[in-house]
């Protein structure tokens, strides 16, 4: 399907303490991602760590090593 988002392997940056996180894709691309509800309860413990990513145009989804899932909106590249 040409539509589902696969995962892939990215390093949580870090955690703006704003519900927005910086995440460095696999292919070295650095985004702005902002929580759609709140912020993400685990980002801050995931600094520097990798995490899993289903990249999306609107809205990605990250996963940590113990499988649980935040939502965010996709904002914009920074670089």
């Given at each position: ?43 801050y413990e995931f600094e520097g760590k990798s995490v899993s990513l289903k990249f999306g145009d609107v809205t990605s989804i990250l996963v940590n ?15």
């Amino acid at each position: 399907m040409e539509n589902e988002q696969t995962l892939e392997e990215a390093l949580l940056v870090e955690d703006l303490h704003t519900g927005e996180l910086i995440v460095e894709r696999a292919n070295g691309e650095k985004w702005l991602l902002d929580a759609k509800k709140g912020w993400c309860p685990w980002g801050y413990e995931f600094e520097g760590k990798s995490v899993s990513l289903k990249f999306g145009d609107v809205t990605s989804i990250l996963v940590n090593d113990r499988g649980e899932q935040y939502e965010f909106w996709t904002e914009k590249q920074i670089e």
